[in-house]
């Protein structure tokens, strides 16, 4: 049976957090995602890749380990994640802690969701080149990995570097976390087969039958499950899909595609505009859960 998801801008201005998770757990949503800018700089030279003007919430946006805290108190089974969380732009052994302290407290429903980012400024103001963002992104979602799943974890790379430690709690989920790649490069798959759990792209309109020049996500899934047997990776990679709108068409394609996990965009706007489309939502993936 297909899982359903929101995700949403957690700004200072939107709903806020716990009550968002809350209707969404009481209409039967299976999942929460929140996105993460820790800033953005003001002279804008990287070119947003969703148009020319920058939304305002990307310099808005709440911590998403503090605003998935919340929602995760606020609810009993929701499984709350970062859709993405930028792992450039963070200390791994800080990083490992926030994550596994979380799903250790919300008792293993922390979905991580991760990417490099694409704002070279951004990246650059925590000492990431972005020549470099993929191989940084590598080396600290390994180094998080030892630090999950060893009793003294210890990690010497070209980008992460320290002798051994120790580090609790360790996270309720075993080997931590599942980590979904938020990426749609030809690289993608077989990092994923390496480090990751899943795939974890942006919906396009190239799931329509009639569009060109963009992703195909029924070749990438199947890209992903070839690099994952390749790999010897035991059990069935992760395929999740963000930012779907209200469009059952949209919703049937990507199933048929083979995601298994369909995630539905939000405006980050407050209760009174976003919480009727949340019930709108549930009705519309109601007849796919039947």
């Excluded at 979905?111 to 590598?138: F, I, Q």
């Excluded at 580090?167 to 749609?184: D, E, F, T, V």
């Amino acid at each position: 049976m297909p899982q359903f998801g929101l995700l949403i801008f957690a700004t200072d201005y939107a709903v806020d957090p716990q009550v968002l998770a809350r209707e969404a757990e009481a209409h039967g949503f299976e999942s929460l995602f929140f996105p993460e800018h820790t800033h953005i700089p003001a002279s804008r030279l990287s070119p947003w890749p969703g148009g020319a003007d920058l939304p305002q919430e990307y310099w808005h946006t709440h911590d998403p380990f503090v605003s998935l805290s919340m929602a995760a108190a606020a609810t009993t089974n929701l499984k709350v994640g970062t859709g993405i969380a930028l792992v450039t732009e963070r200390d791994p052994i800080l990083m490992a802690k926030q994550a596994a302290t979380l799903d250790y407290l919300s008792g293993g429903r922390l979905l991580l969701g991760v990417g490099a980012g694409w704002n070279a400024e951004e990246m650059a103001n925590h000492g990431v080149s972005y020549d470099t963002r993929w191989k940084v992104l590598r080396e600290r979602i390994l180094a998080m990995r030892a630090i999950w799943t060893e009793e003294e974890a210890e990690f010497h790379g070209d980008h992460v570097d320290f002798d051994k430690l120790w580090s609790y709690p360790k996270p309720h989920q075993a080997g931590g976390p599942p980590i979904l790649l938020g990426a749609s490069s030809r690289y993608v798959y077989k990092r994923i087969a390496e480090y990751g759990d899943g795939w974890f792209p942006i919906y396009q309109d190239a799931l329509r039958a009639d569009a060109s020049g963009a992703v195909d996500y029924a070749d990438g899934i199947a890209r992903t499950r070839e690099a994952w047997a390749e790999a010897g990776r035991a059990g069935e990679p992760d395929f999740s899909i963000f930012g779907v709108g209200p469009d059952p068409a949209a919703v049937e394609r990507c199933l048929e595609a083979g995601f298994n996990r369909v995630i539905f965009g939000l405006p980050p706007a407050d209760a009174d505009t976003v919480l009727p489309m949340v019930e709108n939502y549930a009705a519309l993936a109601h007849p796919f859960n039947g």
